[in-house]
């Protein structure tokens, strides 16, 4: 009896192990033709490979040749990975997919489960001439992530210098603050919050942003576009499902930003609470150290990526 007793509870104790060691499937939906995301979510990507040995999907704009190319908006291969990620991170910008790949990132989103946001994901798709579909260009993502796309203090520097100070809220408490100090950031301050636009859904900024040159102070019109605005922020959303998903957002993402280990922190601590291991986060932040160098192009458009560019596996 004492045996068979002894023998149940090592079978239990394998059985919770293996459990535990489930690997966590993150899926990038990558796709933005300005700021290098084809560099920066790969970069991360190999992060929480490393940190959580999690199963890495990275899904590219592909040209006919299997090439990277960031100016394909209406292409995105392999998001079928979606059917089985544990969280989604996007950082996608005015794309125009067909109807059954963009299905199968709305439905992801109506899943329950979580999801990540980088700065152009406020604008994820854009649908000019397809009526159909038109509802996400601004009401899916302003739902979802917690704003559209509505204006920016001006680019102005682009890379030479940083144009956002980035700090602390007051009160702000969480986790994804973890090892972080403020900064400065290459990005371009959006306005997400003020004058007649507000932060949507259960939204709880902590990050603020000073935008360090403004158009709008040029042509007064900070009553309407402040200097300061959220950059980051978590909320959930509850879609058909009935389930609420964590949402993590930030606004930042200039490929700049990403240099800087306290940026990276902020990335990979979000990650982290969007997964539900906050508690996993160390005091100092995960360990935001790069497994390979990262150089990435300068911000812009047009072709000023990386040319003949294929897609990275993370094994």
């Not at 929480?48 to 592909?62: D, F, N, Q, T, V």
Request: charged letters at 20%; aromatic letters at 10%; glycine letters at 8%.
């Amino acid at each position: 009896m004492k045996n068979s007793l002894i023998t149940a509870l090592l079978i239990l104790s394998s059985i919770t192990t293996f459990a535990q060691k489930k690997t966590t499937h993150i899926v990038f939906v990558i796709g933005d033709e300005e700021y290098r995301s084809e560099e920066s979510m790969p970069m991360l990507g190999e992060i929480l490979h490393r940190e959580l040995g999690a199963k890495i999907s990275l899904c590219y704009p592909l040209n006919t040749n299997g090439i990277i190319d960031p100016n394909i908006t209406d292409n995105i291969e392999g998001l079928e990975a979606l059917a089985t990620a544990d969280l989604m991170v996007v950082f996608t910008r005015w794309r125009n997919l067909p109807a059954n790949q963009a299905k199968m990132i709305t439905d992801y989103a109506e899943s329950g489960r979580p999801m990540v946001g980088f700065r152009t994901a406020t604008h994820t798709f854009m649908y000019k001439d397809n009526p159909e579909m038109q509802h996400l260009n601004n009401d899916w993502p302003a739902k979802v992530f917690g704003q559209q796309w509505i204006t920016h203090h001006g680019h102005f520097e682009d890379g030479n210098a940083p144009l956002t100070e980035v700090s602390i809220l007051p009160n702000a408490k969480t986790k994804i603050l973890n090892g972080f100090e403020p900064f400065k950031a290459y990005s371009w301050l959006y306005h997400v919050d003020g004058g007649e636009w507000k932060l949507n859904g259960d939204a709880q900024p902590f990050l603020s942003g000073k935008s360090l040159r403004s158009n709008h102070e040029m042509s007064g019109n900070l009553d309407k576009f402040s200097l300061t605005n959220p950059v980051a922020w978590t909320k959930t959303y509850t879609g058909t499902s009935g389930k609420a998903a964590r949402v993590f957002f930030t606004t930042l993402g200039h490929p700049y930003d990403f240099k800087n280990e306290s940026m990276r922190k902020l990335a990979l601590n979000g990650i982290y609470w969007s997964l539900g291991m906050e508690k996993q986060i160390p005091k100092k932040g995960v360990n935001a150290e790069v497994v390979a160098e990262y150089n990435p192009n300068n911000s812009g458009f047009g072709e000023k990526f990386k040319k003949n560019m294929k897609p990275m596996v993370i094994e």
